[in-house]
């Protein structure tokens, strides 16, 4: 439950997603590694709410890899709770909460991925599009400034879109259905001299 989210171990401890697809594809291919998988991803979540509970569910597990991904939950609220200003996430706050993130971790751990937000949407005018990349743009510049390794998920799906409609991944343009996680996997382990030829 949402009281302790670290999902890992058998059944749908790790989730269902694109963390799932990686935990399988590195189970698959590399079977004499023991790489232990942790999601602490809740659903809902923006940079604000992540932030509250980092330090128990990421510094704390003492992780040797940490993988961002945060941020479209801070601009859908924009659009979905409009009179709620409390919900509204600028991305000057949004720079802040996850600088914050990166620097409570990064003089710890091997590395840092950051993952961009996206929609599942190819039309750059689109207004919720449109919006989602300055938050995109402000993961990218702070992966530049860290160091960080960059999967940049927002082009990764605005080139699929050119074969497909976000519809056959997305009804609502944010939660992928499993071809949609295998994408995103794929696109994450591209980034970590992962053999798909094996």
């Not at 790489?35 to 604000?48: D, K, L």
């Not at 706050?93 to 190819?122: A, C, H, W």
């Not at 390794?149 to 699929?160: L, P």
Request: with cysteine; hydrophobic share 35%; proline share 6%.
């Amino acid at each position: 439950g949402s009281t302790n989210p670290v999902g890992e171990g058998l059944f749908d401890g790790v989730g269902r997603g694109y963390v799932r697809v990686i935990e399988n594809m590195l189970a698959v291919y590399y079977p004499e590694l023991k790489i232990r998988v942790t999601n602490s991803g809740i659903s809902g979540n923006t940079s604000v709410t992540l932030l509250e509970r980092y330090d128990r569910d990421v510094v704390e597990l003492k992780p040797d890899w940490v993988s961002i991904c945060i941020g479209i939950n801070d601009v859908w609220r924009q659009f979905d709770c409009p009179a709620m200003p409390e919900k509204n996430i600028t991305p000057e706050q949004y720079r802040k909460n996850v600088e914050e993130m990166i620097l409570r971790v990064k003089d710890t751990v091997k590395g840092i991925f950051i993952l961009s937000p996206y929609i599942i949407e190819p039309n750059r005018e689109d207004p919720m599009r449109k919006r989602m990349d300055e938050y995109t743009a402000v993961s990218k510049e702070l992966a530049e400034k860290y160091g960080c390794i960059f999967v940049d998920f927002q082009k990764m799906y605005e080139d699929y879109c050119e074969y497909r409609h976000p519809c056959f991944i997305a009804w609502d343009r944010i939660h992928p259905n499993q071809i949609g996680a295998t994408l995103m996997a794929r696109e994450f382990l591209k980034k970590c001299d992962f053999d798909f030829s094996k």
